[in-house]
C-alpha cells in the first residue's frame, strides 16, 4: 500500500496561482503513474494531469497551457503548478498512484476554491 499526503490547495482569485504536493510513501515501485485526479459538486471525477517515471506526461485539454505536472524522484513527490485559474477549476484534487497489477492508491483530497 502506498499513502498520499497532499497539501496546496486554498481560496485564489481568478487568474491567480497555486501548487499542490502530493508525498508517496510505502511500498513504491520504480515504475509508476502520479498524477491528479478532480471533482467539482455535481460532476464526476475527471483526469487533471499525470505523470510516469518514464517521462510521459498527460494534460487534460481544458488546464493545458495553465498547469505544469512535475516529480522529485528523489522525494517520491509530484507537483501541480496550477497558472491563470478559473472560478471552473473549482473542485477537490485528488492524487493518485498507480502501478501495473495493483489497484490505484488515493490522497485525501485537497479544496481548491477560485472566487472573487
Known amino acids: 500500500q502506498v499513502q498520499l499526503v497532499e497539501s496546496g490547495g486554498g481560496l485564489v482569485q481568478p487568474g491567480g496561482s497555486l501548487r499542490l504536493s502530493c508525498a508517496a510513501s510505502?511500498?513504491?515501485?520504480?515504475?509508476?503513474?502520479m498524477g491528479w485526479y478532480r471533482q467539482a459538486p455535481g460532476k464526476q471525477r475527471e483526469l487533471v494531469a499525470s505523470d510516469s517515471t518514464g517521462g510521459r506526461t498527460n494534460y487534460a485539454e481544458f488546464v493545458k497551457g495553465r498547469f505544469t505536472i512535475s516529480r522529485d524522484s528523489t522525494e517520491n513527490t509530484v507537483y501541480l503548478q496550477m497558472n491563470s485559474l478559473k472560478p471552473e477549476d473549482t473542485a477537490v484534487y485528488y492524487c493518485?498512484?498507480?502501478?501495473?497489477?495493483?489497484?490505484?492508491?488515493w490522497g485525501q483530497g485537497t479544496q481548491v476554491t477560485v472566487s472573487a
Open positions: 510505502g511500498n513504491i515501485f520504480s515504475n509508476n503513474v
Open positions: 493518485f498512484y498507480a502501478t501495473i497489477g495493483r489497484r490505484n492508491d
